[in-house]
């Protein structure tokens, strides 16, 4: 029994030594804290509040604004359905309409009317008579008619305008699509906010020396034909601004442009994901959380007459790389770096997992970090970042988890499939972003890239198959059949080889894949694959085949079969061309998503996406070994073809 | 306080992956590496099964028994065909790669929104005490959940603990262990120990496919690579377990592989907490496991030392 308590005295030193290593967690809820904002004016328990809403038209935009909106009134106490009756109305879209809708509010009995966008606005101003007004999703409140100035405004009513960077907004088209002659833009006429920005854009049309072509709507049914004569006056770009019936026919316009490959530029980051090529604008959940202040303190009973009305219009970009690439556009460095806004100024506690020393976890390391870097986050003073690295064992990676679960942090970043897995599993109440897991999906993190597990976004980088399959053809005409090693025992492995297969499917090409378990089968795989009579290696890249590609190039130079590969350092080995996925853009671009988080957005709203940069890379001695002409067709299919000598 | 509790748990979980590799290395003087194919086997089994909509209980049991079958396949290689007991382990080891890869499907099986025996601890917890609760223990604040899952696996860990004790205090269980210890004189006894070697050795893999299984249901998923480096593990934890407890009393030499394989776990969330170069956390849990080997010697010298003088 002695020997027996010995044991148990072990355990607890060392569960002691454990204790005391943590001491400074204790009395520390383990919960994330929520960044607190402004303090506003709370709720007065037991009371009642009414509100009326009246608005345009559902549309995404606004239901963002509205999500932010409930969530600040929640945190000040006033709850829908408990203390705050919404009684809510909306036009269906029809200017008409509207006048009706609030005449019936005022007399109906409410301690605020709150109206968003610009038409509820102007119609607030002439038929609300006895209730305050708050408003909110208004481009230029002055436009609108609620006041002189900022100060000077209309009685009984007050709010927040968010006027769209316009000017931004040109300069982005104009540095990002090159010779820009004709910019368009589609909007409603009716409309004040569309005005004053259609205002706007002529003046800059004048200074800049572009021409604007402008084509009114009155209302969505139009907007098709609207859209397809604006295209037909060869326009080079389409720039809609947050004209509220192009919003809600939206995607009729991005339909059109993605057919004539004209960029479509926006001020509302909700339509990035509806096909437009970037937005330049407020965003809106932002502005609707900024507006639960105000509604607060008007609900409470401060007069309108003594808040000024306030722009307030954070300058976010979204970039839709992938359609960048489609349109085979360059975004100018300056508008990538300045895509998310700096977080407000705090040291942020960041952990950062690794699954085993590989390449390709390494480098997404140091993307993350140039990442941060760049949007003005210095280790140290801003942040603080904590690398562990499982070293390839599970049972470690588990008491990583732990570990990390026992602190608190602002981000967990995970860059590989494994532990992405593990940490959204054991880490429900933090914020993950991973990095480096070729097929989310297969790793069950999600039903899709927009349906996914909610406390965890982030870059898939599974390899650019269909280009690579496309590039191999124009090098060798008449290909019939690749081959590429891959390893049944790896996730990723396993994914990559079934897109390769069905990318070469759809080409006509007859893919051989043999399976190789260990350093030593690989060599053995590649003989076969020769024996096969391949005409090209087109070999995935994982992390076994990582380790040992060399042998593989090996085999290629002996049999006097081309090599095709995924990584770019497979150039200088031999290969004859690369598409590479970038794993530091990975990293990179994990890092801007984890920024986005850290400014509010919840992981659960940011879809997955695959990284955006693709290195197609070529070799001319490499191709010269193989006979192999460089056809020009090569770089019109691939503009951004680099050459190494 | 969540790191102790989740490193015990963990601990608890891989404790019977140290009863299974405790009863083929201590009792059958085997050495059996057919842990690292085993353990997966388990892993992958259950994972499989809770994807096709099999019961969580279930699952877990059949994968005790792909355990038992993966034992006996190495223990008859070694007893019929004459083969080493490190070259059947390595054969059957190997050839489970593939099984498991063709028992999964693909080489990873998420669990992440299954029901596994986890998640009903958890439901369990949610019925008890509440979405989310939370309380304090010592002054750190802690999830009710873990603590559920800790019991869990406290309960199983010394309900299995004394089944082992009792099997091998019964006639059969005391032949296998004789069997280990001078075999000439149980077989002069009339016992055949080829049966008792291939039944041993299955029922340390149905323990190590067990571990595997819950590990895969714990941590959410299942992946085919997630049995290496488990045996070295492992028979760390013995060792460790064998080096405090010091007796040769069965009951006290399977509380100390329990006790191994959590001290052992500890060990490795100090390393980590303590905020080491992520590149020597191998190193350091290396020094850990020596330190543990070494100090119950040493204490025992300086007190005879003391007693002599």
Not at chain 1, 56 to 71: T, V
Not at chain 1, 346 to 374: I, N, Q, T, W
Not at chain 2, 105 to 125: C, D, M
Request: aromatic content about 8%; glycine content about 8%; charged content about 15%.
């Amino acid at each position: 029994m002695k020997s027996f308590s010995r044991g148990i005295l072990a355990l607890i030193i060392v569960s002691t030594i454990l204790l005391l290593s943590d001491l400074q967690n204790r009395n520390k809820k383990n919960v994330i804290q929520r960044s607190v904002g402004q303090v506003g004016s709370e709720a007065v328990a037991g009371k009642k509040y009414l509100l009326g809403l009246c608005y345009f038209a559902p549309e995404a935009s606004h239901d963002q604004l509205l999500a932010g909106l409930w969530k600040r009134l929640g945190e000040l106490g006033f709850e829908r359905g408990r203390n705050l009756t919404v009684t809510e109305s909306h036009s269906n879209g029809e200017i008409g309409n509207i006048s009706p809708i609030l005449l019936n509010m005022d007399n109906l009995s409410f301690d605020l009317i709150l109206v968003t966008s610009t038409p509820c606005v102007t119609a607030a101003l002439n038929t609300v008579r006895k209730h305050q007004v708050a408003f909110t999703y208004c481009s230029d409140p002055i436009a609108a008619g609620a006041g002189k100035s900022f100060k000077d405004h209309s009685k009984g009513i007050t709010g927040i305008g968010s006027f769209p960077p316009v000017e931004k907004t040109i300069q982005f088209i104009l540095e990002t699509i090159p010779k820009t002659k004709k910019i368009g833009t589609i909007y409603n006429n009716a409309e004040a906010n569309s005005r004053s920005v259609v205002n706007l854009m002529r003046k800059a049309a004048t200074q800049k020396g572009f021409e604007l072509i402008e084509v009114p709507v009155v209302n969505t049914s139009e907007i098709f034909q609207a859209t397809q004569a604006i295209l037909s006056k060869g326009i080079d770009a389409l720039y809609i601004s947050g004209d509220n019936t192009c919003t809600q026919g939206f995607d009729v316009i991005a339909g059109l442009c993605t057919k004539n490959s004209i960029p479509l530029v926006t001020n509302d980051k909700e339509l990035v994901a509806k096909g437009a090529l970037a937005a330049i604008g407020p965003g809106w959940n932002g502005v609707g959380y900024h507006t639960g202040d105000l509604v607060a303190k008007m609900l409470n009973g401060v007069s309108p007459d003594n808040i000024p009305l306030e722009n307030f219009a954070n300058e976010n970009i979204e970039i839709n790389m992938e359609k960048a690439r489609i349109l085979g556009l360059t975004i100018p460095k300056e508008f990538l770096s300045s895509s998310i806004p700096l977080p407000e100024a705090k040291k942020y506690k960041f952990a950062f997992v690794h699954f085993a020393d590989s390449p390709m976890s390494e480098d997404c390391e140091s993307g993350l970090r140039k990442a941060l870097e760049d949007h003005k986050l210095r280790e140290g003073t801003d942040f603080a970042m904590k690398v562990y690295n499982a070293q390839g064992d599970i049972a470690t990676l588990n008491s990583i988890a732990g570990s990390i679960g026992s602190q608190t942090w602002d981000l967990v970043f995970s860059a590989s499939t494994p532990t992405a897995q593990m940490l959204v599993k054991k880490l429900p109440g933090y914020k993950i972003v991973f990095t480096n897991v070729g097929d989310p999906q297969a790793a069950g993190l999600g039903k899709s890239f927009t349906d996914h597990l909610p406390n965890i976004c982030g870059i898939s980088t599974m390899s650019d198959f269909d280009g690579m399959i496309d590039m191999i053809r124009l090098l060798h005409p008449g290909i019939r059949r690749i081959g590429t090693v891959f390893t049944p025992g790896e996730i990723n492995s396993v994914s990559y080889k079934t897109h390769l297969e069905e990318a070469s499917r759809k080409s006509g090409l007859e893919l051989i894949a043999i399976p190789a378990n260990s350093v030593t089968e690989v060599l053995d795989a590649a003989n076969e694959l020769v024996s096969r009579r391949i005409e090209a290696f087109c070999q995935i890249s994982d992390n076994l085949i990582g380790s040992c590609s060399s042998a593989i190039l090996k085999v290629s130079l002996s049999s006097k079969i081309p090599f095709y590969g995924f990584v770019s350092g497979l150039l200088g080995q031999g290969a004859v061309a690369v598409c590479a996925r970038d794993y530091f853009q990975s990293g990179y671009e994990a890092a801007e998503m984890g920024i986005e988080v850290l400014t509010g957005k919840d992981p659960s709203n940011i879809p997955y996406r695959y990284v955006s940069k693709t290195n197609y890379l070529v070799s001319r001695k490499n191709a010269g070994i193989f006979k192999i002409d460089i056809p020009e067709s090569v770089f019109k299919a691939f503009p951004k073809l680099k050459i190494e000598k | 306080m969540t790191l102790l509790i989740g490193s015990i748990t963990i601990g608890l979980v891989l404790a019977l992956l140290a009863l299974g590799i405790f009863i083929s290395f201590r009792i059958f003087d085997f050495p059996d590496i057919t842990a690292e194919g085993s353990f997966t086997f388990g892993a992958a089994i259950t994972a499989s099964l809770i994807v096709a909509g099999i019961n969580p209980v279930a699952a877990t049991l059949m994968a005790f028994a792909g355990g038992l079958l993966a034992g006996a396949a190495t223990g008859l290689i070694h007893t019929r065909f004459k083969i080493n007991p490190l070259l059947s382990g390595i054969l059957v080891m190997t050839a489970l790669y593939s099984v498991n890869l063709h028992v999964m499907g693909k080489s990873n099986v998420p669990l992440l929104s299954q029901l596994t025996l986890f998640t009903w601890v958890e439901h369990f917890s949610i019925a008890v005490s509440g979405k989310d609760a939370i309380t304090s223990v010592l002054g750190w604040s802690v999830p009710v959940k873990d603590l559920w899952i800790l019991l869990f696996c406290l309960i199983m860990i010394v309900l299995f603990s004394l089944v082992l004790l009792w099997f091998f205090r019964t006639n059969i269980g005391t032949a296998m262990r004789a069997t280990g210890d001078n075999d000439q004189m149980i077989r002069a006894l009339g016992v055949n120990t080829n049966v008792m070697i291939v039944f041993g050795v299955a029922i340390s893999n149905g323990f190590i496919a067990l571990s595997g299984s819950m590990l895969a249901q714990f941590q959410g998923f299942a992946d085919v690579q997630m049995g290496i480096g488990m045996m070295v593990w492992g028979l760390a934890s013995v060792i460790i377990g064998e080096a405090l407890i010091n007796e040769k009393k069965l009951g006290l030499l399977i509380a100390g592989a329990v006790i191994g394989a959590v001290l052992f776990r500890l060990l490795v969330a100090i390393a980590l907490r303590w905020g080491m170069n992520p590149n020597d956390l191998k190193l350091i849990t290396a020094t850990f496991v020596f330190l543990a080997l070494v100090l119950p010697g040493f204490m025992n010298k300086t007190k005879k030392i003391r007693l002599v003088k």
